[in-house]
């Protein structure tokens, strides 16, 4: 099992989560977050002026998916979030170690799909 952590603008959210309920995504997490990747101090403009800000808020969507299905949900998030614009997101990727279903006591696929 693998856990996909996308970080993708909050524009994109219903997009996302759209295309990976349309692939048949067992489960997600969201989470709003702020940070940044390898631009800081980012630049913005409000009413002429010109102002920099540390962290842009973005959405975390987490989902724990069978190894082979790992890349073709991966492409999903990718398709969907894409803008081509710095700041699209990114994408990590984690060994999940195990998983429980608390209510039927199933473990590993079985307590995900
Ligand atoms: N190395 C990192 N470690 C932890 N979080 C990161 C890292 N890089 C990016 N992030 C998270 O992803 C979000 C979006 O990053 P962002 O898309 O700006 O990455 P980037 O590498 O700067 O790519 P781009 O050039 O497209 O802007 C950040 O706000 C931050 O939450
Ligand atoms: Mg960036």
Redesign the pocket.
């Known amino acids: 099992m693998k856990k996909i952590e996308a ?1 993708v603008r909050p524009e994109k959210l219903d997009d996302v989560c759209q295309a990976l309920q349309d692939a048949g995504c067992p489960g997600i997490m969201i989470t709003e ?1 702020e ?5 800081k101090g980012i630049k913005q403009k409000w009413r002429g002026e010109e102002f920099t800000v540390d962290y ?1 808020p ?1 959405i975390k969507i987490e989902t724990i998916v069978d190894d082979g299905e790992l890349d073709g949900i991966c492409d999903t998030i990718t398709n969907a979030a894409f803008t081509g614009e ?5 994408i990590f990727i984690y060994d999940v170690q195990g998983a429980i279903r608390i209510r039927t006591k199933q473990s590993g696929m079985a307590a995900i799909s």
């Open positions: 970080i977050i940070g940044h990747g390898l631009q842009l973005k710095v700041g699209d997101g990114k």
